[in-house]
């Protein structure tokens, strides 16, 4: 069974920046497609980023030229680095990986924007 764990999440004045982290128990090369979500209470999880067989990829306009989204094949972990963080971005982020029909989830890490 495949697992994905978060980290990285927490309080950020609006304007700051984190790197949240999802490490896989197995190698991330045999995933088609990774990705992060988010929700916030009261709304629907909604796509982030996604990273398609390791090289494209595709953000959400709400976080377009503020965050990125990268990968280390070799320590099996998938990044996002948000930059310029909002209120708007406080929510659950969830990693998401896909392989063969199967989508496997995160457990979800907290991020706060509040001054």
């Known amino acids: 069974q495949v697992q994905l764990v978060e980290s990285g999440g927490g309080l950020v004045q609006p304007g700051g920046s984190l790197t949240l982290s999802c490490a896989a128990s197995e190698s991330i090369l045999s995933f088609s497609v990774m990705g992060w979500y988010r929700q916030a209470p009261g709304k629907q999880r909604e796509l982030v980023a996604v990273m398609i067989s390791g090289e494209r990829t595709t953000y959400a306009d709400p976080v377009k030229g503020r965050f990125t989204i990268s990968r280390d094949n070799a320590k099996n972990t998938l990044y996002l680095q948000m930059n310029s963080l909002k209120p708007e971005d406080a929510a659950f982020y969830y990693c998401?990986?896909?392989?063969?029909?199967?989508?496997?989830w995160g457990q979800g890490t907290q991020v706060t924007v509040s001054s």
């Open positions: 998401s990986a896909r392989r063969l029909g199967m989508e496997y």
